[in-house]
């Protein structure tokens, strides 16, 4: 993959890790979800991130061979 397509690739994740804050942010402040539903988003938002972390060692790691 090159060092766009990660950048891309990140970009996307921090798209959708934002998008399941705000649905989260949502559902605990309206008090309308079931524990596993909650659940099952924030270990979605957890992958995400860990995803992210990954991808920006990836990027680094491109930076540092340039």
Do not use: C, G
């Amino acid at each position: 993959m090159t060092k766009e397509k990660l950048i891309n690739h990140l970009e996307h994740l921090r798209e959708k890790h934002e998008k399941l804050d705000h649905e989260i942010d949502h559902m605990e402040a309206t008090n309308v979800f079931a524990d596993d539903n909650i659940h099952n988003l924030k270990k979605q938002r957890l992958a995400l991130r860990d995803e992210m972390e990954a991808t920006s060692l990836k990027i680094a790691d491109f930076e540092k061979a340039a």
